[in-house]
Structure formats: structure tokens, C-alpha cells
């Protein structure tokens, strides 16, 4: 079982990044999925997720409207779009998933049973 997440790099604020996260070894489509992210100095924080109990989509206050979440159940894959990017946005971004179905609020909480090694976005000009 792994994640592998891709497409972080270097990003100038109020710009767009989307980041992959491949899934291999379990089929993706029926897991819940987030993205979590953790700055410097600062605790891990949940970004985005898509339940698996209900479907439901969650984010986080600081990226309503600018962050979409989204799978191709085909790919296997999830994706985090990223768009009108501040600096504050600068961390590294963590896929997960979790075969429970549980509701996002207690991924968030509680954490996943799979994590992809991270992936490093900087928004900087």
C-alpha cells in the first residue's frame, strides 16, 4: 500500500498549482481521501477531504474557495487544486486515505491509516 504525492515546487502568490497523489497496492475509489498540509514551526493541519461515508466534501477555512479536491477513479489518483495562492499557503502537503467510513471531521481529528511522504509547495515572489 502507498501514496506517492507529486507537483510541488516554487509558486508566485495568487498563482495556481495542482499536486497528484497516486495510490498503489488498494483501489482508491472507495477510501476517504484529504490532503493535509504542515508549515514551519506549526502543527499538521487538515486542508481538504472527501468522505467515504457519505461522499461529502470538507476544507478548510483558509482555502473555502480557492482549493478543490478531486479523484479519477481510473488513475487511481486524487488530486488537490490550488488556485490564488498565498504565502501562507506555503507548507508541505501530505496525501492520505483511510478505508473507513467514517465523516471528514473525524479524518481530520483523528488522522488516516495511509499517508503519502510529503510534498513541498513554497509561495514566494
Known amino acids: 500500500v502507498q501514496l506517492q504525492a507529486s507537483g510541488g515546487g516554487l509558486v508566485q502568490p495568487g498563482g495556481s498549482l495542482r499536486l497528484s497523489c497516486a495510490a498503489s497496492?488498494?483501489?482508491?475509489?472507495?477510501?476517504?481521501i484529504a490532503w493535509f498540509r504542515q508549515a514551519p514551526g506549526q502543527e499538521r493541519e487538515g486542508v481538504a477531504c472527501?468522505?467515504?461515508?457519505?461522499?461529502?466534501?470538507w476544507f478548510a477555512d483558509s482555502v473555502k474557495g480557492r482549493f478543490a479536491i478531486s479523484r479519477d477513479n481510473a488513475k487511481n489518483t486524487m488530486y488537490l487544486q490550488m488556485n490564488s495562492l498565498k504565502s501562507e499557503d506555503t507548507a508541505v502537503y501530505y496525501c492520505?486515505?483511510?478505508?473507513?467510513?467514517?465523516?471528514?471531521?473525524?479524518?481530520?481529528?483523528?488522522?488516516?491509516?495511509?499517508w503519502g511522504k510529503g510534498t513541498l509547495v513554497t509561495v514566494s515572489s
Open positions: 472527501i468522505s467515504s461515508k457519505d461522499g461529502s466534501t
Open positions: 497496492g488498494f483501489t482508491l475509489d472507495y477510501y476517504g
Open positions: 492520505a486515505a483511510d478505508p473507513k467510513a467514517e465523516s471528514c471531521g473525524w479524518y481530520v481529528y483523528y488522522g488516516m491509516d495511509y
